[in-house]
């Protein structure tokens, strides 16, 4: 599928396109993430695409061609305690705005994978799979997952328990088994997560 759908925007007038997108939605514990990208009109680069449908090595290469390329980009993320608290639909939410409030360059348009966001003073977009339509979204997309498995290595030093380095807190099966055996920690796992509540036990240490 191409990636030009932001061509249309441009032919439209629009200069500044912002592309949002997180990463770590369905996982079991750490912060969601999410990234923001200004990438230049026209600019393209074969590497940029689902973050989804790109291999780790991939990935990385991208990531470093968006962040030398782009007019401005910015990451933030929302904690395990807060996404608790919010929800993670408005945990997602807010670190897209956070992402967007962070970038250092005025725009004329935010495309979104599929989120509505509301009070801003320019368009916003939502795009249903929009990280298979439009590179912005798309470059946005691998910012947010690179970023968040970095992350994921400090948290894996951290608590090697889990192996966070290979499963990136997904609800694997080595996570599962770990989660029955060691608990949850708390301010690492999300306790509103149904497989989280379902492996508790008492008797761990939560700190």
């Not at 670190?95 to 962070?102: G, P």
Request: glycine share 6%; aromatic share 8%.
């Amino acid at each position: 599928m191409s990636l030009d759908f932001d061509e249309q925007y441009y032919k439209d007038g629009y200069q500044l396109v912002v592309g949002c997108d997180e990463a770590g939605r369905g996982c079991l514990l750490g912060p969601v993430f999410a990234a923001a990208v200004i990438l230049p009109p026209g600019f393209h680069s074969p590497l940029i695409n689902d973050s989804k449908k790109l291999s780790e090595k991939q990935r990385e290469e991208a990531y470093k061609i968006i962040v030398e390329n782009a007019i401005s980009y910015a990451v933030c993320s929302v904690s395990a305690d807060e996404i608790d608290e919010v929800n993670i639909l408005n945990a997602s939410r807010l670190a897209m705005q956070k992402a967007i409030a962070a970038l250092k360059s005025p725009f004329d348009l935010i495309l979104t994978d599929c989120m509505k966001m509301k009070g801003y003073d320019v368009p916003v977009i939502d795009l249903v799979h929009g990280d298979a339509l439009s590179q912005t979204i798309a470059a946005a997309s691998i910012v947010a997952k690179v970023s968040r498995d970095h992350h994921c290595l400090e948290l894996d030093a951290k608590y090697p328990q889990y192996n966070i380095k290979k499963n990136k807190g997904y609800g694997t099966k080595d996570h599962l088994e770990a989660l029955k055996k060691y608990g949850p920690v708390k301010h690492l796992h999300r306790f509103t997560y149904a497989p989280v509540k379902a492996c508790f036990i008492e008797k761990v240490s939560l700190f």
